[in-house]
């Protein structure tokens, strides 16, 4: 719809929503990364091993749970993984291709 040369769009709560939340999931996690990047934080919580290696949080406790993937650290209720041992597990998992050499 037109209105005085400008361009109005009418829109639902419903569909602006979705459009809402990945704007301001991707707004946090720009911040998180940048300043998960900062020299001294080596310690990682599962939501932060989620947000910069990929792998999802249920997958890490589960691990946790058959006592298998990367070392951890808990802390009373709470679970950290350092940057270095997943880095390592990630790469001890890296298969040598002949066309890679």
């Known amino acids: ?9 009418l829109s639902t709560p419903e569909e602006l929503f979705p459009l809402i ?3 301001v999931r991707l707004a946090g996690y720009e911040k998180t990364q940048s300043n998960s990047d900062a020299p001294g934080q080596k310690l990682l919580a599962p939501k932060d091993v989620e947000r910069e290696f990929g792998i999802r949080q249920k997958t890490l406790a589960y691990w946790r749970l058959e006592g ?4 951890y650290t808990s802390f009373g209720r709470r679970v950290f993984y350092e940057r270095a041992v997943l880095e390592e597990y990630i790469a001890s998992g890296r298969i040598q ?3 890679s050499k």
């Open 68 to 71: 298998i993937g990367p070392a």
């Open 97 to 99: 291709t002949s066309e």
């Open 21 to 23: 939340t990945k704007a």
């Open 1 to 9: 719809m037109e209105f005085d040369g400008h361009t109005i769009i």
